[in-house]
T-cell receptor, first 113, second 114 residues
Framework: GDSVTQMEGPVTLSEEAFLTINCTYTATGYPSLFWYVQYPGEGLQLLLKATKADDKGSNKGFEATYRKETTSFHLEKGSVQVSDSAVYFC????????????FGKGTMLLVSP | DAGITQSPRHKVTETGTPVTLRCHQTENHRYMYWYRQDPGHGLRLIHYSYGVKDTDKGEVSDGYSVSRSKTEDFLLTLESATSSQTSVYFCAIKTSGTNTGELFFGEGSRLTVL
């Protein structure tokens, strides 16, 4: 079945540092890939997505590129802020209809001033 | 804002008691989902619905049942709560016209079973 593996946290960075959170996936078809973010005490928000190979999703300074050859979708940001402290989830979906999301276990990011 | 309301937001109950969590949406979307979130496990699918009275099981459905008697409400029931069901429960919807699979989530319901 489908699965998503992402790096364990917490990831601890200083403000303005470069961020990478690794995500790899296993899927039977050609999934869409997502990053969700969860701020403390809140629900999950869609951060960015990519629907086919070589697509780059971007939002709020975060980027991730759909790499079919390495089955990866790593999240990056050039300069993190304290307000980026949250839990980040990588996820995939096999398609339309009632397709469900399969999530990684989440990576906590802590950014200090 | 996808118009999702979960209730209750917090609940403490005792082992063996029944519990029902409600997910309400205001936009008549067809697909609705229940996930649970636990440390070290991420989010795992419990049940989902693809229409009124049409539901199916997810990967962690044991001990849970669901009902959808009208489009706007998707209920998750724990017939006899156990401590292993202490978790944060999230409802999600897939908005109409979305064909790339993303879901939109409610704020969550934190359940503690003593």
């Amino acid at each position: 079945g489908d699965s998503v593996t992402q790096m364990e946290g917490p990831v601890t960075l200083s403000e303005e540092a470069f961020l990478t959170i690794n995500c790899t996936y296993t899927a039977t078809g050609y999934p869409s890939l997502f990053w969700y973010v969860q701020y403390p005490g809140e629900g999950l928000q869609l951060l960015l997505k990519a629907t086919k190979a070589d697509d780059k999703g971007s939002n709020k300074g975060f980027e991730a590129t759909y790499r079919k050859e390495t089955t990866s979708f790593h999240l990056e940001k050039g300069s993190v802020q304290v307000s980026d402290s949250a839990v980040y989830f990588c996820a995939l979906s096999e398609g339309s209809g009632y397709s469900t999301l399969t999530f990684g276990k989440g990576t906590m990011l802590l950014v200090s001033p | 804002d996808a118009g999702i309301t979960q209730s209750p937001r917090h609940k403490v109950t005792e082992t063996g008691t029944p519990v029902t969590l409600r997910c309400h949406q205001t936009e008549n979307h067809r697909y609705m989902y229940w996930y649970r979130q636990d440390p070290g496990h991420g989010l795992r699918l419990i049940h989902y619905s693809y229409g009124v009275k049409d539901t199916d099981k997810g990967e962690v459905s044991d001990g849970y049942s669901v009902s959808r008697s009208k489009t706007e409400d998707f209920l998750l029931t724990l017939e006899s709560a156990t401590s292993s069901q202490t978790s944060v429960y999230f409802c999600a919807i897939k908005t109409s016209g979305t064909n790339t699979g993303e879901l939109f989530f409610g704020e969550g319901s934190r359940l503690t079973v003593l």
